[in-house]
């Protein structure tokens, strides 16, 4: 079975930076696109940032220029690097990855992780 094990999470004032990583494991799996959702009390699960294997990253429009997506294809393993964080980045933080399993026919699906709380102060 492939899990996600989200990790970075915690307390930060406004203006400093965090680090969130995600790792996927499992036996036999792929992995194309990884990346980050948030979602806050009264909101719908929102955007933070996307990328596939090969690059190509993609962010919600709230942190494009202060958020930054990475990953190590080989570790599986995803990072947002939070910079400049604001109050309204508070949020549970989500670790997705679109997962691909080659048992049989094959099969692919999303797959989140528990997620990590991230509160900013002011």
């Known amino acids: 079975q492939v899990q996600l094990v989200e990790s970075g999470g915690g307390l930060v004032q406004a203006g400093g930076s965090l680090r969130l990583s995600c790792a996927a494991s499992?036996?036999?799996?792929?992995?194309?696109?990884m990346g980050w959702y948030r979602q806050v009390p009264g909101k719908q699960r929102e955007l933070v940032a996307t990328?596939?294997?090969?690059?190509?990253?993609t962010y919600g429009d709230s942190v494009k220029g202060r958020f930054t997506i990475s990953r190590d294809n080989a570790q599986n393993t995803v990072y947002l690097q939070m910079d400049s964080v604001k109050p309204e980045d508070t949020a549970v933080y989500y670790c997705?990855?679109?997962?691909?399993?080659?048992?049989?026919?094959?099969?692919?699906?999303?797959?989140w992780g528990q997620g990590t709380q991230v509160t900013v102060s002011s």
């Open positions: 990328v596939r294997g090969g690059g190509n990253p």
């Open positions: 997705y990855a679109d997962v691909f399993e080659p048992l049989g026919l094959g099969h692919q699906y999303d797959l």
């Open positions: 499992g036996s036999t799996f792929e992995i194309d696109t």
